[in-house]
């Protein structure tokens, strides 16, 4: 995933929703028209994210109709037309907003535990590490002391 893509997923995890415009915000502005908006569309449709504001029933051109709302949004403030997307204006962060889905969750907790495993291993190499080092001293010190040989 695209940092862009887990910064709005982890900005919507730690807020714990995340209102329309708030998102706009964070979304980088590459092209500066809808197709700036796919990677956040794409959380929506895959799970990642839900979203309380209209989304059109068929699957087949939702991501870009939710793109081009997006961008009617990102337009500013009143009634605004963005090819196939028409706002009123009367859209607020308290009445469309992101919440974390089932799929988002779940990523971050995975990604949450591969950190706290790679911690963990870090640790112990390290802690290993040190352990031979002082343990190998007096080894090493004992082998390079001149020894008495008794002849008989």
């Known amino acids: 995933m695209k940092k ?17 415009f708030d998102a706009i915000k964070i979304v980088p502005r590459v092209t500066n028209d809808h197709r700036d908006f796919y990677p ?12 309380t504001g209209p989304i059109p029933d068929s699957p087949k051109f939702a991501d870009t109709y ?12 009143g009634p605004q037309i963005y090819k196939s997307a ?6 607020t962060n308290d009445n469309s907003y992101f919440y974390l889905g089932g799929k988002g969750l779940e990523y971050l907790s995975d990604r949450k535990a591969d950190r706290d495993r790679i911690l963990v291993v870090a ?3 390290l802690l290993s590490a040190l352990i031979v080092a002082v343990a190998s001293e007096p080894i090493k010190r004992y082998l390079n002391e001149p020894h008495a040989v008794s002849s008989k």
């Open 4 to 20: 862009s893509t887990l910064k709005i997923l982890k900005e919507v995890y730690d807020k714990q929703t995340l209102g329309v």
């Open 66 to 77: 939710m793109t081009h709302q997006l961008q009617a949004w990102a337009q500013g403030d």
């Open 86 to 91: 028409h706002t009123m204006g009367g859209t």
């Open 123 to 125: 640790i112990i190499s």
């Open 40 to 51: 956040l569309a794409s959380l929506i449709s895959s799970g990642y994210l839900g979203f």
